[in-house]
């Protein structure tokens, strides 16, 4: 039996985590806004859901969350950042007040998860944090830019923490799902149209086109947890999704297209070799 901390349990994929974890016989420390929305699954498993109220961009809540989770549970094995927001709309459509709301709950509040777990799985010798992310991280498409960037964001921060914690035992995930038939449409906010930009509005894809299904995301996200969880062997990203596949393949390629027809003009920016010239 394993113990595992979900953030953002209330819908979607972490509703769904929550489930299949107890499901299957193991602990579960869910934190949402409303931990009452649960009743049902603590009342199907009796001792092995841990719930606590959270905002998670109070960060001084979320430590002390993780803090008391992990002093009645007693250790915590795999930390799931899962808890985030959508805004759509076109970066000039957006408002300052949607900007902050999403960075501080998609980016810095991942962060800060991070940080507040790092203390605990250090001292228990090793543990996972697993990161959810999207194809959205690696590929752009215009109406998302806000999205976009706190994906992007985290895991510029992941790759770098990966290579920080991996020496110290903990292991790091990125998890990269394809577009999912999720709630995550339904909750998002939508920034007022200018009619500058109906290129863009009409490029935005129906929930029930999306290929991606939820449960069996989750699932391969369990069995990746499952797996040898030692830093030197577990991948830092998890690619779900035969299109988050596909497209974040093309997108690279193009990438490293780029970069290789200017390596020859790169260089000219190099100083010259000492004793040369």
Do not use: C
């Not at 808890?83 to 991942?110: H, K």
């Amino acid at each position: 039996m394993q113990t595992w901390f979900v953030t953002g349990a209330s819908r979607g994929f972490g509703r769904e985590l929550t489930d299949q974890l107890l499901a299957r016989g193991d602990r579960v420390a869910a934190t949402l806004r409303r931990p009452e929305q649960l009743d049902d699954l603590a009342a199907a498993h009796p001792g092995r859901l841990w719930r606590a109220a959270l905002d998670v961009t109070d960060t001084d809540r979320l430590r002390a969350v993780v803090d008391a989770a992990t002093a009645d549970l007693g250790r915590l094995d795999v930390v799931v950042s899962n808890a985030g927001s959508g805004v759509f709309g076109t970066a000039e459509e957006l408002t300052d007040a949607q900007i902050d709301g999403l960075v501080a709950t998609n980016l810095t509040a991942s962060i800060q998860l991070a940080r507040a777990a790092l203390p605990h799985l250090r001292a228990q010798g090793g543990g996972l944090l697993m990161q959810m992310s999207s194809m959205g991280a690696q590929i752009a498409f215009p109406g998302f830019s806000l999205y976009h960037a706190s994906k992007w964001g985290i895991e510029g921060f992941y790759e770098a923490l990966a290579a920080e914690v991996g020496p110290l035992g903990v292991a790091t995930m990125l998890v990269e799902p394809g577009m999912i038939r999720t709630t995550f449409f339904d909750a998002a906010e939508y920034a007022p149209e200018r009619p500058e930009y109906a290129h863009v509005h009409g490029q935005r894809v129906a929930v029930e086109d999306m290929p991606g299904d939820q449960a069996l995301v989750v699932a391969a996200m369990i069995a990746a947890a499952d797996e040898d969880r030692a830093p030197t062997t577990t991948p830092r990203r998890l690619v779900l999704g035969s299109d988050a596949h596909r497209l974040m393949r093309d997108a690279l390629t193009d990438r490293l297209d780029v970069v290789d027809a200017q390596r020859d003009s790169a260089a000219r920016t190099d100083r010259p070799a000492v004793g040369t010239g």
